[in-house]
């Protein structure tokens, strides 16, 4: 018995950001979804925020120089089949990078705030990965919840 699970990554900063982005200068975009794919019931599942194929990403575009913050309000299960599916994190479940890459990924709690400044980029990627836990007799189905980021420009 599988379970596909998956978590759509709703970018909340166009929120925060939509109207003002142009004046603040940064641009926000999805890029992928967090996926975890079949899981099996009673098996835990960790998608490392640096699996570029199964993390979920955004992707955030700003001159040199600017510093901003990241903020996600992270789901704590999905949902599907009329009941959820636990989900946890860690102190490494969410990594920003200049380059989009492990290479100069920093890591960072996503049930916390980070900040970062855009040194020798005028780009950054952050990444969000979890640990899905399905029960024993888990129901069989597909399963999503959204995930909230919000980026909030602190070089005004």
Sequence with gaps: MTV???MLL?????????????AQGITVRPLQNLTFGF???GVNTRIDPLNLS??????LLAARGTIFEVRMTV????????TTLPLAYDAGSAAASALRSPIDAIRFDPRGTARFQLVTADRASIFI??????RVGQPVG???????VTITNLSN
């Design 142 to 148: 597909s399963y999503t919840a959204p995930l909230v």
């Design 4 to 6: 596909i699970a998956r």
């Design 10 to 22: 709703a970018c909340a900063a166009s929120l925060v950001l939509c109207a003002p982005a142009a």
């Design 39 to 41: 899981l099996l019931p």
């Design 54 to 59: 199964r993390s979920g990403q955004i992707e």
């Design 129 to 134: 990965g979890a640990e899905a836990r399905p």
């Design 75 to 82: 789901p704590t299960a999905l949902a599907g089949q009329g």
